[in-house]
């Protein structure tokens, strides 16, 4: 049966979508054009008709998921980020979870498209986060985004620190639990400075 235009676009965001997730867990070392066209439900020969290469996938499909990302961030503030992303439910759920945690390690010896689509990815989590965060119009944009990158690379660092240790040991939730109090801490200390430079409404 001849398939559509359309349903191969569908066929192909699946693969994208699916080696995205397998990427998260595994690696991209971790996961083969094999096993990955058979969790997509394709056979591996159905890979060439979409890419040209595994490596064409991995810049895709780490894209895909960095937009994802910054997409699922647009609603929250700054301090509800810390507390969604700094926890043991993302530490633990890696698939579903930040392509940043879960592959800046890699990606750093990848070559440079890979290494451009998380400049892009990061650089648009930053935006993001800026604009949940900068609740007046006046405020200073250069620091506020100084701010959002300290934030993002705390959190970050405490999630890759946290899965490096063994699933079960306490120190896996302590750099958690450490993180987290001392990000959110800051925040406030932050928002109390700027409250008191601002001074008391006339």
């Not at 397998?22 to 020969?45: I, K, N, Q, S, W």
């Not at 890699?106 to 290494?115: C, F, L, M, V």
């Not at 993180?179 to 001074?199: P, T, V």
Request: proline share 2%; hydrophobic share 40%; net charge negative.
């Amino acid at each position: 049966m001849r398939v559509t235009k359309a349903q191969a676009e569908q066929n192909r965001a699946h693969i994208v979508a699916t080696a995205s997730r397998l990427f998260r867990e595994r690696g991209y070392d971790g996961v083969g054009v094999a096993d990955l066209m058979a969790e997509a439900g394709f056979t591996h020969g159905g890979f060439y008709k979409h890419f040209r290469s595994k490596a064409d996938l991995m810049a895709e499909a780490s894209a895909n998921g960095l937009s994802r990302t910054a997409s699922l961030t647009e609603a929250l503030d700054i301090a509800e980020f810390v507390e969604h992303y700094v926890s043991r439910e993302h530490r633990d759920g890696r698939g579903e979870g930040c392509t940043i945690a879960a592959l800046s390690g890699d990606a750093a010896r990848q070559p440079e498209d890979i290494k451009t689509e998380f400049a892009v990815g990061i650089e648009s989590l930053t935006t993001a986060l800026q604009a949940g965060g900068d609740a007046s119009p006046d405020a200073d944009r250069r620091t506020a985004r100084a701010t959002v990158i300290d934030v993002l690379a705390h959190s970050v660092g405490a999630i890759m620190l946290s899965r490096a240790c063994p699933d079960g040991s306490p120190l896996a939730d302590e750099i958690l639990n450490v993180c987290r109090k001392e990000i959110l801490a800051s925040l406030a200390h932050e928002d109390g400075s700027q409250s008191a430079a601002e001074g008391p409404a006339s």
